[in-house]
């Protein structure tokens, strides 16, 4: 059994930065797709990155158009943890942020059914 824990959210300005932390409890996830999801108020929840390493050293990652060059992901295997990095932030990327895992066979991908294993999430607020 994984469990998942994030923080780092908060509140700051468009333009500001944050770095969301999510620690994997119960099992190593070198082998797992890592995945960030968010969900705004009276939205459905969207995917925002993925992360893998496919058993290697070695991390891969995608990220929906909306965050290309401004949000990056990183892993550190030794603590368990995956990272997202959030700059240049706008007013739009406030969200309750979602870490995910997925222990299954195949890339996760954005696919949000592929995960099965969530963090109970984390508030990003962002001002203007």
């Known amino acids: 059994q994984v469990q998942l824990v994030e923080s780092g959210g908060g509140f700051v300005q468009a333009g500001g930065s944050l770095r969301l932390s999510c620690a994997a409890t119960?099992?190593?996830?070198?082998?797992?797709?890592m995945g960030w999801f968010r969900q705004a108020p009276g939205k459905e929840r969207e995917f925002v990155a993925t992360?893998?390493?496919?058993?290697?050293?070695?991390?891969?990652?995608d990220f929906v158009d909306s965050v290309k060059g401004r949000f990056t992901v990183s892993g550190d295997n030794a603590k368990n943890t995956v990272y997202l990095q959030m700059n240049s932030l706008k007013v739009e990327d406030t969200a309750v942020y979602y870490c995910?895992?997925?222990?299954?066979?195949?890339?996760?991908?954005?696919?949000?059914?592929?995960?099965?294993?969530w963090g109970q999430g984390t508030q990003v607020t962002v001002s203007s």
């Open positions: 119960g099992r190593a996830f070198i082998n797992y797709d």
């Open positions: 995910a895992a997925s222990s299954r066979f195949g890339r996760a991908g954005a696919r949000a059914s592929r995960y099965n294993y």
């Open positions: 992360l893998w390493t496919g058993g290697g050293s070695t991390w891969y990652a």
